[in-house]
């Protein structure tokens, strides 16, 4: 019979559920995908049951559910943490107790309560496993990985104890070697600068990335020699001090106000000024630096030519190119879901591997297990048009050779265009399963974009998808990426001469300068989070590009997700038609059916700017 492990993530952000079937990943997704709640903690009922039914079982039909942490430890962790700062934390122990108490230490009863809902006669006290936080991320990098042995890197906030791990993984084999504890975290430091410039933790890391390009890292030795002792392993140690996640109920302290001169700035209220810019190129760098130094470190230490990377750190697509390019490592691999998310699979696929011998299969030569991580729901064209129909939508049904050509007419057109194929991406990146497509040559796709589109900050910079046979004529880079999480340079021959006056412009100024062939994906220092498209794992998409480069001699367009700021990425059919209507999109493609917004009755559009709380 089948062996079928069922892992979840819950109860901190961005919780998930993954299936295993026979070792083989069948299905695994995010919970806000189906509630519509960014990063929703809440128990992943929607996700679970999208799992069984791609699976066509029961829950009481599943072997093991195994949870991604282990509340007691990380329940120790906080009781420790406010012992050590007493009294200065009494306040945050005051009113976190209580919601502990309740809910992180009742963990193992809470889960069961929920999974008895669906399967009351279950023996939940015999299948219910726990992992290790740590240990799951480590898991969801090494075992979809297409290697047989490999150094694991994992950096987050923090698990129970632990913020980052050193694991080696062989075969069917994982061990951790080394581990740095709270309250010293990359994580954190990065979380603390998110919080400090105005963005919101655990989810605005990715603008501070973002805006970095438009600062200078002045302040870069001002964090290693004040905030910091880093040795040249990359181990380090912060100085609590100026912080205040230990015990306070903010990242940052008064010290650390005082360091760089001024109060946290208020979102709502505080533009971002040239200071704000230097703040995150100066933290991004320092990222940079420390992932550098402890991979340099690693390679030498271990000599085995092969890194994965999992953790939220490992979202940090730039460093993750600059670990490329140092070539410490020959070959990298980054699990997809990086994130909490992603520990949901980690922790069924250790299960399966570890607990119970499962046998490892490595993919073939430049292949994962991942499925190119389009593990999500999926609709056939029969249940999309009655869906569309139901909706009020115009659309017309074509052939699929219709649809692409359609699709790239519109592309190069200028048009934004909606795009809806296929299952679902797991993890934060849309990946051509459900992404919003843009021509990379036009000089105003960015700003159309962001702020009639995405309704989001101008800065925030879009992604190339490219044909992976061309992906280095276009850019320094001649590896695979298909989960948009390393970046490269655009290639030389690609710029464009800039003017000395715009050299010598600051800042956000800087944005609207056209400096290479593909504006619209050129970021300001002329990099690029590429996405290599590959024919194997999506070939709907492929198709489409390539369509794109006969008809316009360019192999590249552009991909964001499709949703809206603080929306989660649309997951059915109803949710595209409501993002595509409450936005100024031009067309929609979902399945075979086309949909131009001039057809569509504007009464079905409601006001979606301020649908979703700002991420």
Same mark, same amino acid.
């Given at each position: 019979m089948a062996s079928r492990i069922l892992g979840i993530s819950a109860y901190y952000h961005d919780s998930a559920a993954a299936l295993l079937v026979d070792g083989e990943i069948i299905a695994a997704a995010q919970e806000e995908r189906f509630t519509r709640k960014k990063h929703d903690a809440a128990f992943p009922h929607h996700a679970i049951q999208y799992c069984l039914e791609e699976a066509g079982c029961a829950l009481g039909d599943i072997d093991h559910v195994v949870f991604y942490d282990k509340p007691f430890l990380k329940f120790e962790r906080l009781l420790e943490t406010y012992l050590a700062f007493a009294p200065k934390g009494f306040q945050s122990f005051r009113r976190a107790m209580p919601i502990w108490l309740k809910e992180k230490l009742f963990q193992k009863r809470m889960l069961k309560e929920a999974l008895e809902k669906d399967a009351p006669d279950f023996a939940w006290d015999e299948r219910l496993m726990f992992s290790e936080h740590h240990l799951s991320?480590?898991?969801?990098?090494?075992?979809?990985?297409?290697?047989?042995?490999?150094?694991?890197?994992?950096?987050?906030?923090?698990?129970?104890?632990?913020?980052?791990?050193?694991?080696?993984?062989?075969?069917?084999?994982?061990?951790?070697?080394?581990?740095?504890?709270?309250?010293?975290?990359?994580?954190?430091?990065?979380?603390?600068?998110?919080?400090?410039?105005?963005?919101?933790?655990?989810?605005?890391?990715?603008?501070v990335m973002g805006l970095a390009p438009y600062g200078e890292p002045k302040y870069k030795d001002k964090i290693i020699s004040e905030i910091m002792d880093l040795k040249d392993d990359g181990s380090f140690l912060l100085d609590?001090?100026?912080?205040?996640?230990?015990?306070?109920?903010?990242?940052?302290?008064?010290?650390f106000h005082d360091l760089f001169g001024a109060p946290p700035r208020k979102a709502d209220k505080d533009p971002l000024t040239q200071d704000h810019m230097d703040l995150a190129a100066s933290v991004q760098a320092v990222t940079e630096e420390v992932m550098l130094r402890i991979t340099r470190?690693?390679?030498?230490?271990?000599?085995?030519?092969?890194?994965?990377?999992?953790?939220?750190?490992?979202?940090?697509?730039?460093?993750?190119?600059?670990?490329?390019?140092?070539?410490?490592?020959?070959?990298?691999?980054?699990?997809?879901?990086?994130?909490?998310?992603?520990? #949901? =699979? /980690? %922790?069924?696929?250790? &299960?399966?591997?570890?607990?119970?011998?499962?046998?490892?299969?490595?993919?073939?030569? +430049?292949q994962d297990a991942m499925k190119g991580s389009y593990l999500g729901p999926r609709y056939e064209q029969?249940?999309?048009?009655?869906?569309?129909? #139901? =909706? /009020? %939508?115009?659309?017309? &049904?074509?052939?699929?050779?219709?649809?692409?050509?359609?699709?790239?007419?519109?592309? +190069?057109?200028e048009q934004a265009l909606g795009w809806f194929q296929g299952r679902m991406e797991f993890g934060p990146r849309a990946l051509g399963g459900?992404?919003? =497509? /843009?021509?990379?040559?036009?000089?105003?796709?960015?700003?159309?974009?962001?702020?009639?589109?995405?309704?989001?900050?101008?800065?925030?910079?879009?992604?190339?998808?490219?044909?992976?046979?061309?992906?280095?004529?276009?850019?320094?880079?001649?590896?695979?990426?298909?989960?948009?999480?390393?970046?490269?340079?655009?290639?030389?021959?690609?710029?464009?001469?800039?003017?000395?006056?715009?050299?010598?412009?600051?800042?956000?100024?800087?944005?609207?300068?056209?400096?290479?062939?593909?504006?619209?994906?050129?970021?300001?220092?002329?990099?690029?989070?590429?996405?290599?498209?590959?024919?194997?794992?999506?070939?709907?998409?492929?198709?489409?590009?390539?369509?794109?480069?006969?008809?316009?001699?360019?192999?590249?367009?552009?991909?964001t997700s499709f949703n809206v700021r603080g929306e989660p990425i649309v997951n059915t059919p109803e949710d595209a038609f409501r993002c595509f209507m409450g936005t100024e999109m031009d067309s929609l493609i979902v399945g075979h059916c086309i949909l131009k917004k001039a057809d569509q009755d504007p009464a079905l559009a409601k006001d979606y700017k301020d649908a979703f709380e700002l991420d």
């Open positions: 991320h480590a898991g969801s990098a090494f075992f979809p990985s297409p290697f047989e042995d490999a150094v694991v890197l994992t950096m987050d906030g923090v698990g129970e104890w632990t913020t980052t791990s050193v694991a080696i993984g062989r075969g069917n084999d994982l061990k951790i070697h080394k581990e740095l504890h709270f309250p010293h975290s990359l994580g954190l430091l990065y979380s603390a600068f998110t919080y400090y410039t105005g963005f919101k933790v655990n989810s605005g890391e990715y603008k609590q001090s100026f912080f205040n996640y230990c015990t306070g109920l903010t990242m940052t302290s008064e010290k470190s690693l390679a030498d230490e271990f000599k085995i030519p092969n890194l994965c990377l999992a953790g939220g750190v490992a979202l940090n697509c730039v460093g993750n190119g600059k670990i490329l390019k140092d070539s410490a490592f020959e070959n990298i691999w980054i699990q997809p879901a990086a994130g909490d998310a992603g520990g #949901a =699979l /980690g %922790a069924a696929l250790t &299960a399966h591997h570890m607990t119970f011998g499962g046998k490892r299969t490595i993919a073939q030569p +430049a029969n249940d999309i048009e009655a869906r569309l129909t #139901a =909706l /009020g %939508a115009q659309f017309e &049904a074509v052939s699929e050779a219709d649809m692409l050509e359609y699709g790239a007419s519109a592309l +190069a057109e459900r992404s919003i =497509l /843009g021509d990379p040559r036009s000089e105003t796709m960015q700003k159309t974009l962001n702020l009639k589109i995405k309704y989001r900050e101008s800065f925030r910079p879009f992604a190339p998808a490219v044909l992976r046979e061309h992906v280095a004529d276009w850019f320094e880079i001649d590896e695979d990426s298909p989960y948009m999480l390393l970046v490269a340079n655009v290639q030389e021959k690609r710029h464009l001469q800039m003017t000395e006056e715009e050299k010598a412009l600051f800042g956000i100024e800087k944005l609207n300068i056209k400096r290479s062939d593909i504006p619209a994906v050129t970021h300001v220092d002329y990099s690029a989070r590429i996405q290599t498209v590959h024919e194997a794992t999506n070939p709907l998409y492929y198709r489409l590009i390539k369509r794109f480069h006969e008809k316009t001699g360019c192999p590249v367009i552009v991909n």
